[in-house]
């Protein structure tokens, strides 16, 4: 990955973790049993160390209630 792919993927992780806190998802744990995946899968893409399918994108909207674009928004 080059390094502005590296950087979107951190901003995503980020906003991601920022809006799970927001709609109440204390813990990593939950937020992923919710999701259908694992915790460390969850981690990994917080941590921009992982990028999300679509298909996993797509669920992470949902359960957030944003659209798949908000997530790629201003933080």
Known sequence: MNVVGKKVTK???KKI???RKEMG????ESFAETLGLSRTH???IEQ???NP???VL???AKK???EISDLFGKN
């Open 17 to 19: 973790q920022r809006l």
């Open 42 to 44: 969850v981690g990994h």
């Open 25 to 28: 998802y204390t813990s990593q």
């Open 11 to 13: 901003k995503l992780g």
């Open 53 to 55: 399918s679509m298909e």
């Open 48 to 50: 921009g160390r992982k």
């Open 64 to 66: 957030l209630r944003v």
């Open 58 to 60: 797509v669920k992470i």
